[in-house]
């Protein structure tokens, strides 16, 4: 069998979404590294636009299938490769599994992503400390939003029930990003103990960022 070929970045938050998603399904996959900064970003080059014409990472390849954006795949991997499922239940629990994935995915990661950074940086002349500023503001009020929905009784271990679903898929790296831009995370303990027990499974631990051949 061919394996899948996935387009990757270690730090690339988008990324570690479907790695995590590849890894919850015991996908084997094959990576295929696109440095987002060297050389102004290899995701530039004529090559890997073929494929992405956004030029943006993930990128998923199944065969002869070529799948763009992160939950587009994470959906793709769960209806091609059903269990264990990454959307579980009844079609409202769908629902508010892809309502909770998308306040990152949507809502948070998106103004925070390199290419916005960069135009903040380099054409609008924004310093260092307003870029992070910026970003911590973003990531606050997102997380404050979060943090009241999942006082729903349907919140278990993880975000929906007690077992990861896509939406723990697409919380973790932007929790790791979090951390990494000094949010205060003590005001969001719902959060903090739901990434504690993503963290505790190996398929979370082996698709972090500083776990990836490609890191530094």
């Known amino acids: 069998m061919i394996p899948l070929i996935l387009y990757t970045y270690w730090r690339s938050s988008s990324a570690y979404r479907v ?17 987002l900064v060297r050389e102004g970003g290899e995701q530039h080059k004529a090559e890997y636009r073929r494929i992405n ?18 939950l587009a795949i994470l959906e793709y991997l769960d209806e091609t490769r059903t269990e264990p499922s990454l959307l579980p239940g009844s079609a409202e629990d769908r629902a508010r599994i892809r309502a ?5 995915a949507s809502d948070i990661q998106p103004v925070q992503n390199l290419r916005v950074l960069r135009y903040l940086v380099e054409k ?6 307003k870029k992070v500023e910026w970003i911590r503001d973003w ?8 943090e009241i929905h999942l006082q729903d009784p349907r919140t278990g271990v993880f975000m929906h029930g007690d077992s990861p679903t896509m939406a723990d898929c697409v919380l973790v790296p932007q929790y790791y990003n979090a951390v990494r831009f000094d949010v205060d995370m003590k ?6 103990r739901i990434y504690a027990a993503c963290m505790e499974l190996d398929a979370f631990v082996r ?8 890191a530094p």
């Open 19 to 35: 790695r995590i998603g590849l890894n919850l399904k015991g996908i084997d996959y094959e990576p295929s590294f696109v440095h």
């Open 53 to 70: 014409p956004q030029g943006l990472v993930p990128t998923l390849v199944d065969g002869e299938h070529v799948i763009h954006q992160s």
């Open 100 to 104: 909770l994935a998308m306040i990152v």
């Open 124 to 129: 609008l002349g924004q310093p260092d400390e």
């Open 139 to 146: 990531i606050h009020g997102g997380f404050k939003a979060m």
């Open 187 to 192: 005001r969001f303990p719902t959060i903090n």
């Open 207 to 214: 698709a972090a960022p500083e776990n990836q051949p490609d």
